[in-house]
């Protein structure tokens, strides 16, 4: 069980290399898929808080070398680029509405990463604030391609938003309250 949380981190950042690359062209299993990324990222810190590595995992798996907070916002960016890239060709026309769809979200993005990377050598306080920042900011965003990929995929997205957000609203608070706030976890170490 402790591969599960790592498991869902790739198949998220799979999930946004699929759909940006344009494998998937109906717009309802884009949607399904798209979902299952934001799922996702619902459930793999779930995972990794339920069923931690050891030390000893730790220092012998090569992937675990790597901080768990950057392999996991990497994952998100490469899913929140994959939604903006699927979205910006197959719904919108015009090159420079498509290109700053694409590129605006995704500079922001780098900009997190890049800002938490080198504020995290200096001031460990700050960096966990701009990750809680980007978390906010990608959470919504989000959320936002969901339903609009939803509205692409079918005419009745509407009765399947208004049901199910609020539930979601509700997992979101449960599940990532401390994403959300605070992730001391990664950076008082």
Known sequence: MRFMADGLTAFRAVVGIVIAAGMIYHPVAVTVLFALAVLSDALDGT??????????????????????????NIADSIAFFGGHIWIAMWIFNGFWLRATIIVVPWLISIGFLVAIAVV????????????????????????VMLIVLLANATTWWLYI??????ICVFLLIKYKWDRLTTRPDGYSK
Not at 161 to 166: C, E, F, K, R
């Open 47 to 72: 995972f990794a808080k339920k069923f931690p590595y050891s030390d000893e995992e730790n220092a012998t798996l090569i992937w675990r070398r790597i901080d768990p907070h950057t392999t996991d």
């Open 161 to 166: 938003v208004a049901p199910v957000a609020p």
């Open 120 to 143: 995290k050598k200096h001031n460990k306080k700050v960096a966990e604030m701009v990750d809680v920042v980007f978390g906010w900011f990608y959470g919504s965003a989000m959320a």
